[in-house]
């Protein structure tokens, strides 16, 4: 799959319902109506070779514009040789209306109008109450903890949510003015990895990090906080001083990478691994630091490995809070930032739920924490 929202689409004859069904032409509003009695007017947006991508997307589709006011289905089984999953839309019931609407709906970079069908009133409930039956499914109390699901699928998992954030964000859609790139399929592969290795290895629960990935920049690569400066009374190795005063340095700390740590936090970072006691030869070689920080020579893994240190020390501060660790995570411990910390548990809450319901729906329980079964 190209990305854990990958779209089959291909031009299609609009179909309709055969001759022998009565059409109904009127005029309503001294505007002219063509439908069919007994039959409903859909359009396919989207398909899916899996459950988890399908209904991340639908369940966005549904709530957000310009879908927000209509009916939309998210439908399983569809043809033989085809992506299992698939998202349709409930036009209105009349032909020049709903292809108009179908012609708008067009334009937005999420969707792309496919297959137009007249169903019949029994084929649309069924797919009302398949719909609603997923829905059901995926607001299930009954899920596991991440930690519970087997190492793959939980990548797997992990990936395909990583992918579905950031394409939703707008700055990855075509005609934005200031585009970034969203990872690509082998990129959020390793990152999907990466996460969870750290995770394992720093007792830190997978979701946490995801909400953190998501707030900062819905896991995309780019610079932050470039306007971020702060004075410093000793400048260090690869400070980029703006100006002095007196003894003193006015530096830049931007942001770096998915994670968005400034520079001075990663020296902060490199000072806990300094002093860390924990083994870090059951780390793999790549996401281990060196005894010297070297800014320009940090890869996406070394960054993972300082987000995870940072949190893991935010969560011991202040004695496994995770609403106060990721506060201070995008504020300080003096001055939490309460509102991102909101937002990072929404997001965590929902990882939670959605990854843990596929699981309990793929059956990729273990019943038994990852990292002890990976020990």
């Known amino acids: 799959m190209a990305a854990a929202v990958t779209y089959y689409y291909w031009p299609q004859s609009l179909k309709q319902p055969a001759a022998a069904i009565r059409q109904v032409v009127s005029i309503k509003n001294g505007q002219t109506t063509v439908s069919w009695p007994g039959r409903v007017f859909v359009a396919k947006v989207g398909q899916f070779d ?7 997307m639908f369940d966005y589709l549904r709530s957000h514009e310009p879908l927000a006011a209509s009916q939309v289905l998210l439908a399983a089984a569809g043809a033989p040789g085809g992506p299992p999953y698939s998202i349709w839309v409930h036009l209105p019931d009349d032909v020049l209306t709903g292809v108009e609407e179908s012609a708008v709906l067009n334009q937005n970079p999420l969707l792309c109008v496919g297959e137009q069908s007249w169903i019949t009133e029994d084929q649309f409930a069924r797919e009302v109450r398949e719909t609603d039956s997923l829905i059901r499914a995926y607001n299930s109390p009954e899920f596991p903890n991440l930690a519970e699901i087997r190492p793959d699928p939980l990548r797997l998992y992990v990936r395909q949510f990583i992918c579905f954030k950031a394409s939703v964000d707008p700055r990855t859609w075509p005609g934005n003015p200031f585009p970034l790139t969203a990872p690509s399929p082998e990129r959020a592969t390793d990152l999907a990895a990466d996460i969870v290795q750290v995770a394992n290895f720093y007792d830190i629960p997978v979701d946490l990090l995801l909400g953190i990935g998501a707030m900062e ?3 995309l690569n780019a610079p932050g906080d470039l306007n971020n400066a702060i004075w410093k009374n000793k400048v260090e190795r690869d400070d980029i001083v703006l100006r002095r005063r007196g003894g003193k340095a006015w530096v830049l700390n931007s942001s770096i990478g998915t994670w968005q740590i400034t520079r001075q936090s990663l020296r902060h970072a490199h000072e806990l691994f300094l002093c860390d006691t924990r083994d870090y030869s059951k780390l793999p070689l790549e996401f281990r630091p060196t005894q010297d920080l070297d800014m320009n020579f940090l890869s996406s893994r070394l960054l993972t490995t300082y987000a995870a240190l940072l949190l893991r020390d935010l969560l011991d501060y202040f004695d496994g809070n995770a609403f106060l660790a990721t506060a201070a995570y995008n504020g300080s ?3 939490p930032n309460l509102n991102y910390a909101s937002g990072v548990e929404n997001v965590a809450s929902y990882a939670r739920r ?15 924490p ?3 079964a990976e020990q």
């Open 50 to 56: 899996s459950v988890l991508p399908a209904y991340l």
């Open 217 to 219: 920049n819905n896991f």
């Open 333 to 335: 411990k003096q001055r």
């Open 354 to 368: 959605v990854i843990g319901n596929t699981s309990r729906l793929n059956g990729t329980i273990d019943r038994k």
């Open 370 to 372: 990852a990292n002890a």
